[in-house]
């Protein structure tokens, strides 16, 4: 306060001060006598205690705004980089940033985006009592009023679909062999996902107790009735098996059939040529395999993807591995035999590979050394004195 | 039933636990029999086995069989000369089965068509690690053994080219080393094997102290027990041994003097190639300037009659050389090369598909392969890949299944 008023005064008397020195010296007459006191405050406590505050809350003006700003800076992107502004996707916007901002950061979310504002900023909830301070659901002395809501209404929905099955019952037409709902490739919401749809922390006690409700209501014949409310709660899985890539089958001159594949391991890296001639010749970088992989484990990991798919004296094969060591070679091999092996094989042996582990690249690698310590986990050898 | 009961009678050492595997197991073969060559004979009772004893006799109809050295032979024939694992398994198996291989019946063969009077030929058994050359030598040892030839056999020469304790300077010349306790073992086994040569007579005066001589027309015998008892001059009457043989190999044609003589040396590259051995000033030694090698360079030399020379290449115990060499001018150097020049080269291959089939037969039949998977198909593939019909690897990889 002080400080402020003397700051006040004196820059009045600024304008006053070109007149002259005599106005000087009446400064201290003309001056308010407040009792200055010099209070020294050092700039610690003009700083926030940020960590009270807790997370940062978003208005909703601010979160408008945000979303004005973006569809606007996607028209500008999409004209600078001259396409239709009315057609510009999320996928278009994702490419012309990549391309305008190149960055050499390994990890993905450490790199520029430019997405809606709902993606970005987490989702709040709206504050919930009115002005009065009384709160708008009824449930919210809970804590947690959305889960306990969201339980509330299936268990409405259980009784509605009992007092559904009563009627039937009345009526005789109660059968148990009604239209099920197919739950087959997809699976429940994961906690975490379940928390953010319903933008409030729930227990691990409290999210099974939601999924064995939604199993109850899922045991019971007239479930069809919920299906679509039910279905919002399931995520759909991929068939995995579809997203192997199968190397393409080539003809020899001859007419013998083979396949072309690379594997890696550690640092080694693998290229086979598989070639359907009926002989079980095995030659590695021009050496016969028992010379170049004189151990017997290395010799089983190549024997193991011919083995499960029941081909051992099938096919020939003729690689090339340079690389790391013995062992890493030999699992380098593997998985370009594996792969290889893809084309000539059908679909449920692909998926049965799949299931066994041939066709994962191992993604071990050597840990990095760290300072202060030997190596990756090894500490200095510690001394008492 | 009737053979059944022939299984039963000519297979006496087998307990009865597994007795019943066993009839069952051969009834299989039988029918295998049956149904593969109705030309077998009447005695064969198995694919794998034959009944013919007689190296002389066996042929290519034999390929791929095994046939059994008679134990009294391996004590004889053998007091050092069978690789130790085949040793070990010979003592496991209780009987000394020996497959009949090409390489084998090619030597044996041309051993049965040269003409004695000539200078000896030279036969190097050469392949790849492991796939049987010392086990074909001493399959066409057991042929000249069986023909009354006079063995002379260097289990492994590479023996006498490191891990000598003792180095002596040789008495009868001054830039020369002896190896004592090679030597006398050596005699040692010499004598085992050639018992009944013993009384041969003897040309030469011997000097071998200022006391010790032995006189001309003393019998071998004497001789040989001579390097026996006293060490220090065990080489030199090594020495001696080879010399006489040399001269006397082709020398009465007819009669109770002749003999043929028989030289085989396994691992016949260590001859000229470098030792481990240091003299006492720590320089290296050189093969040459031992006694031993001296004298079995001599002897490898085509200036006698009436005989044969055997070796066989081996580069697991050689020193100083790479791992994946194996052809006779990479493991004997140019040196050896031109000495042994020139010689017939026998190549030894790995086990063809008959061959493989007939020793995973034999393994089966002996109930060495105990797990079950290895008695189905997929368990032989699995054994054809993992040791690519490497007989040893093939051997390692049984014994702990």
């Known amino acids: 306060m002080a400080a402020s008023g003397c700051r006040g005064v004196r820059s009045i008397l600024w304008k006053y001060g070109s007149c002259g020195k005599s106005l000087c010296v009446s400064r201290s007459k003309t001056a308010l006598q407040l009792p200055v006191r010099q209070i020294c405050v050092s700039s610690s406590l003009w700083k926030k205690n940020l960590a009270a505050a807790g997370p940062e809350k978003f208005t909703q003006e601010f979160i408008n705004k945000q979303v004005e700003e973006f569809e606007v800076g996607k028209r500008h992107l999409a004209n600078m980089m001259g396409e239709d502004p009315e057609t510009f996707t999320q996928e278009d916007i994702d490419r012309s940033i990549a391309y305008l901002f190149p960055s050499g950061l390994f990890d993905k979310r450490a790199r520029p985006i430019m997405k809606h504002p709902e993606q970005i900023f987490p989702k709040q909830t709206a504050v919930q009592w009115d002005a009065e301070g009384r709160p708008f659901h009824f449930l919210f002395y809970t804590g947690k009023q959305s889960y306990y809501s969201l339980l509330h209404d299936l268990y409405e929905k259980i009784l509605a679909i009992e007092r559904h099955q009563a009627e039937m019952r009345n009526k005789g037409l109660y059968t148990t062999d009604t239209k099920q709902i197919v739950l087959t490739g997809s699976r429940w919401l994961l906690k975490e996902e379940m928390e953010e749809h319903l933008v409030e922390n729930i227990s691990d006690q409290d999210y099974m107790r939601l999924i064995q409700l939604m199993e109850r209501l899922l045991s019971m014949p007239y479930c069809s009735l919920e299906e679509e409310f039910v279905l919002k709660f399931r995520r759909h899985l991929e068939v995995q098996s579809r997203k192997q890539e199968i190397p393409v089958i080539q003809y020899d001159p001859q007419g013998v059939a083979f396949s072309v594949a690379d594997g890696r391991r550690k640092s080694a890296k693998a290229s086979i040529t598989l070639r359907d001639s009926g002989s079980g010749n095995v030659t590695i970088n021009g050496k016969n395999y028992l010379h170049y992989f004189p151990v017997l484990q290395d010799r089983e990991q190549l024997l193991f993807p011919l083995h499960f798919v029941g081909t051992l004296g099938r096919f020939d094969i003729e690689g090339s591995v340079e690389g790391s060591g013995h062992s890493a070679q030999a699992g380098a091999l593997r998985l370009a035999i594996s792969r290889a092996l893809l084309s000539f094989v059908s679909e449920v042996e692909v998926e049965k590979m799949r299931q066994a582990g041939l066709l994962t690249a191992d993604p071990r690698i050597k840990e990095r050394k760290k300072p202060g310590q030997e190596g990756a986990r090894r500490k200095f050898t510690w001394k008492k004195r | ?401």
């Not at chain 2, 031992?290 to 002897?299: A, V």
């Open chain 2, 1 to 401: 039933m009737n053979l059944h009961k022939l299984a039963s009678r000519l297979r006496p050492t087998v307990t009865q636990k597994f007795r019943h595997f066993h009839i069952q197991g051969s009834g299989q073969q039988l029918e295998a029999v049956v149904g593969e060559t109705s030309s077998a004979e009447p005695s064969l009772l198995s694919v794998f086995r034959t009944s013919e004893q007689d190296p002389a006799c066996h042929s290519e109809r034999h390929t791929g069989q095994y046939y059994t050295i008679p134990p009294a032979h391996i004590q004889k024939l053998f007091p050092h000369g069978l690789p130790p694992r085949f040793q070990l398994q010979v003592k496991t198996f209780n009987e000394g089965c020996v497959m009949v291989r090409p390489p084998a019946l090619e030597l044996i063969s041309y051993l049965k068509r040269v003409d004695y009077s000539k200078p000896p030929l030279r036969y190097i058994l050469y392949g790849d690690t492991g796939s049987g050359k010392t086990l074909s030598l001493c399959h066409a040892l057991h042929y000249c053994y069986t023909q009354g030839w006079l063995i002379l056999h260097i289990p492994d020469a590479h023996l006498w080219v490191k891990n000598c304790k003792e180095l002596l300077p040789s008495s009868s010349r001054p830039s020369r080393f002896d190896q004592p306790i090679q030597a006398s073992q050596w005699l040692k086994n010499f004598k085992i094997t050639n018992e009944r040569f013993l009384s041969k007579v003897q040309l030469d005066r011997y000097v071998w102290t200022k006391r010790e001589s032995t006189e001309e027309g003393r019998p071998l015998g004497e001789l040989v027990d001579q390097g026996v008892n006293r060490m220090k001059s065990s080489s030199d009457v090594v020495g001696a041994v080879l010399r006489e043989l040399r001269l006397q190999a082709g020398g009465a044609t007819d009669g109770e003097g002749a003999f043929k003589l028989a030289v085989a040396v396994d691992g016949v590259n260590a001859l000229w190639g470098k030792t481990t051995l240091k003299k006492e000033d720590k320089t290296m030694c050189e093969p040459e300037e031992l006694t031993l090698i001296h004298n079995l360079r001599k002897m490898m030399k085509n200036d006698w009659s009436g005989g044969a020379i055997l070796t066989a290449l081996s580069q697991t115990g050689s020193l100083f050389k790479p791992r994946s060499a194996y052809l006779p001018n990479e493991l004997l150097g140019e040196e050896g090369f031109d000495n042994m020049e020139p010689f017939v080269p026998v190549s030894v291959p790995n086990y063809s598909e008959k061959e493989f089939e007939s020793c995973y037969l034999y393994y089966l039949d002996r109930n060495w392969l105990q797990h079950p998977h290895s008695r189905s198909e997929e368990g032989k593939k699995e054994l054809i890949f993992l040791s690519n019909k490497n007989p040893s690897i093939l051997e390692r990889l049984c014994a702990f299944l």
